[in-house]
């Protein structure tokens, strides 16, 4: 079965401080993607990053960076520095054999 | 360039009704998918389809048809509508995931309540 976890339902905090949003998944088969998506207030999907299961390299971009371990089937996300339009929704999602599995969402509040 | 466009935006069903949920993307994509975002849950696929012609059941597809005549567009339709249909539903399109720079894109949603 596949499954995605976002433990984490919610989770505040200070401008310019660093953040980490968990994702675990859970899933038999070898080859698959992850994604992390990001909901505003307005209610649009925003595109993040996609990883393969073979690319276990981390990435960042900007303020934000991924660290996917396999050997804990994990896929967090760090905003460094958060700034108050970081605060949204972010989902983190599988998908494998073109279906997606989405986590139930960690909402981020930035306050000022 | 439009993107995925979704119509309504919002609509209100009695329990019982039948309504089509309309999703176009223009950006010669395969795969089309719908989902159903219930209030504080994530995303669930319903239906998703790899090509004009094909189509398969996602995670929640009890309630729901779809078809896919045309690469462009992917209706979804639902018959006797129930409460429980309540959601907030999204069309999102992609070319494949073997792409390197590939991702979903999503329409912005179409807001149902049925009552």
Not at chain 1, 41 to 58: A, M
Not at chain 1, 66 to 71: G, L, P
Request: hydrophobic share 35%.
């Amino acid at each position: 079965a596949q499954k995605v976890t976002q433990a984490q339902t919610e989770i505040s905090v200070v401008e310019k401080e660093d953040v980490t949003l968990d994702c675990v998944y859970e899933t038999r088969d070898t080859t698959y993607y992850l994604f992390w998506y990001k909901q505003p207030p307005s209610g649009e999907l925003v595109f993040l990053i996609r990883r393969n299961s073979f690319d276990e390299q981390n990435e960042i971009s900007g303020r934000y960076s991924w660290n996917f371990q396999k050997s804990t089937s994990s896929f967090n996300f760090t905003i460094t520095a958060s700034q108050v339009v970081d605060s949204a929704v972010y989902f983190c999602a599988l998908n494998n054999f073109n279906k997606f599995y989405f986590g139930s969402g960690t909402k981020l509040n930035v306050k000022p | 360039n439009a993107g995925v466009t979704q119509t309504p935006k919002f609509r209100i069903l009695k329990i019982g009704q039948s309504m089509t949920l309309q999703c176009t993307q223009d950006m010669n994509h395969n795969y089309m998918y719908w989902y159903r975002q219930d209030p504080g849950m994530g995303l669930k696929l319903i239906y998703y389809s790899v090509g004009a012609g094909i189509t398969d059941k996602g995670e929640v597809p009890n309630g729901y048809n779809v078809s896919r005549s045309t690469t462009e567009d992917f209706p979804l339709r639902l018959e006797l509508a129930a409460p429980s249909q309540t959601s907030v539903y999204f069309c999102a399109s992609s070319w494949d995931l073997g792409a390197p720079a590939d991702e979903q894109f999503f329409g912005p949603g179409t807001r149902l309540t049925v009552l």
